[in-house]
């Protein structure tokens, strides 16, 4: 079973490509076969960070049926052990992928035989961004010491998280519990996790009991990327701690990374930071997020088993 | 959601355990504050305005009410007629107790231990015949020196505890070990010193010594 890692931000320019790219470099150097698949799509440009040259097969091959598998669109890239599949396309259609298309993509993804699978989702909370985080119980989140992109990260965790509840309600037949609890107290909804968990547990302690298992499942990661000097470091830390709190959900801050102009130029050269220079802050602070991200929980391994029901 | 965080105790809303020390108290509260003050980043967008200053005034309630120890001797005890918490589980300040002047404790550092290691008697060095026979020699190895050493009854980690030169170097200079040896100028010093506390002539001892390190390579 891989372990799949959806990389997701609220908003453009934050650096998920950049970093999906680069994690994926540090797995592959770590001897793990490591899957990069780019779902930005329309504004894909994974291939880019890596190093990698024009693919040549892309995703709208299997979503155009041109191969039978998803497994033939992968193609290698410079780097060993390093695969992906390229969101880079220029149907004009595939941007907006139909229900039963993303469907599709989901059941062929979580049966690739890669240790780590990484996808690039693009910003904002579309359902193909929301959509693609259900593949998976655990999710990182990219975000700047900006308040626009605050904002939009509190904005897509909120939209992954209440999906989340709304899945796992959906599947074990929890809807008529849910609204039950909505009657009992009218501010009981999935907008207030913890105090519906609560309705929840009063009405039926073993539901509730389940429902919280299921959550305790999510393992949710933060990075602050292009963190400058002049910045306040606690930014992330604050955040997943008002995160935690207030939304009962639990949120590890990964750390800063140095906002650097040598990314610019390798972006330029379109080669990988990691090789370029490999010494920059950038690449150092991208060794320890790394670090802490490999002592992730294996739980991101267990695929929830509502992918085919997912709403 | 609001509802339960205000709801909660003043301790939990600080992120402090029930017998919190007033240094924990102040730093708590400065980092709550951090996370909620008006242009905070982080708090930024996640409430409305109206919620966010609901929450800083909470804060500061619990701040003040749990600084001051009065009030908070008062707080405490309507938690613990509402059985949340325990007598045992309270703050109680040890570091007003009375205590005699004469009788503060001091800390004995090593240093003072070092001194105990007893200086070496110089009529033992000048009146003994074995070392005296060694010093007349035209060259010493790192044999002839543990021989002196030996013969006084001294061990290394003596020397070392008055020299300050490593133990790995006192042992290569007697083992004769010629690559872990530090550069000439060092071992020099390193020489004189170790003669110096042996007392032995410490001019002697290094001559002789650097004779026969250049006779031996």
Not at chain 1, 85 to 114: C, F, W
């Amino acid at each position: 079973m891989p372990q799949i890692w959806p990389i997701g931000g609220g908003k453009g320019g934050t650096g998920k490509s950049f970093i999906t790219g680069s994690l994926g470099i540090l797995l592959a150097k770590g001897g793990y076969q490591t899957l990069l698949i780019d779902l930005d799509l329309g504004a894909a440009n994974l291939h880019t960070t890596i190093g990698a040259p024009d693919p040549g097969k892309s995703l709208s091959d299997f979503v155009n049926k041109k191969v039978a598998s998803l497994a033939e669109t992968i193609v290698p890239t410079p780097t060993p052990n390093l695969y992906m599949i390229s969101g880079a396309m220029n149907n004009l259609d595939i941007a907006n992928l139909a229900h039963e298309q993303k469907t599709k993509i989901r059941r062929e993804i979580v049966k690739l035989p890669y240790d780590y699978i990484l996808l690039d989702l693009g910003a904002g909370t579309s359902f193909n961004t929301i959509d693609f985080f259900m593949v998976s119980n655990s999710g990182i989140f990219i975000t700047t010491p900006e308040p626009t992109s605050t904002e939009n990260i509190y904005r897509l965790i909120r939209s992954v998280y209440f999906r989340k509840i709304r899945q796992v309600l959906n599947v074990h037949h929890f809807k008529t519990l849910a609204k039950e609890a909505e009657e009992l107290n009218s501010k009981a909804t999935v907008t207030n996790p913890d105090l519906l968990l609560a309705m929840i547990k009063k009405l039926d302690p073993e539901k509730g009991e389940m429902l919280e298992q299921e959550l305790n499942k999510l393992e949710f990661g933060l990075l602050m990327n292009q963190h400058r000097k002049q910045d306040n470091p606690n930014i992330g830390k604050f955040i997943c701690q008002i995160i935690e709190k207030h939304l009962a959900l639990k949120i590890q801050f990964f750390g800063n990374i140095a906002f650097d102009d040598n990314v610019h130029l390798a972006v330029c050269n379109k080669r990988p930071l990691l090789d370029m220079s490999p010494y920059s802050r950038t690449a150092i602070d991208l060794r320890e997020c790394f670090k802490k991200l490999l002592l992730m929980k294996d739980k991101s391994s267990e695929i929830p088993d509502v992918v085919d029901q997912v709403l | 959601m609001m509802k339960t965080y205000l709801e909660q105790t003043l301790y939990k809303i600080l992120d402090l355990p029930a017998d919190a020390p007033p240094s924990a108290i102040n730093d708590s509260y400065r980092e709550a504050f951090e996370r909620y003050k008006d242009d905070s980043m982080a708090a930024y967008s996640f409430f409305p305005d109206s919620e966010r200053k609901a929450i800083l005034r909470r804060l500061e309630e619990a701040y003040r009410t749990l600084i001051n120890p009065e009030s908070r001797l008062v707080y405490d005890r309507s938690l613990m007629d509402m059985g949340i918490m325990e007598e045992e589980n309270r703050y109680h300040d040890d570091s007003k107790r009375l205590m005699p002047i004469y009788d503060i404790r001091r800390h004995k550092t090593h240093y003072q231990w070092l001194s105990k290691v007893p200086a070496v008697d110089n009529s033992r060095v000048s009146e003994n015949a074995t070392i005296r026979e060694i010093l007349q020699k035209d060259r010493l190895t790192g044999q002839d020196l543990k021989k002196i050493r030996t013969t006084l009854g001294l061990t290394l980690a003596e020397i070392f505890l008055q020299t300050r030169i490593a133990i790995g170097i006192l042992e290569a200079i007697e083992e004769d070990r010629y690559d872990d040896l530090p550069p000439a100028v060092y071992l020099k010093s390193f020489l004189k010193l170790y003669a110096q506390y042996l007392k032995i002539d410490a001019d002697t001892v290094v001559q002789a010594y650097m004779k026969h390190l250049k006779g031996d390579n």
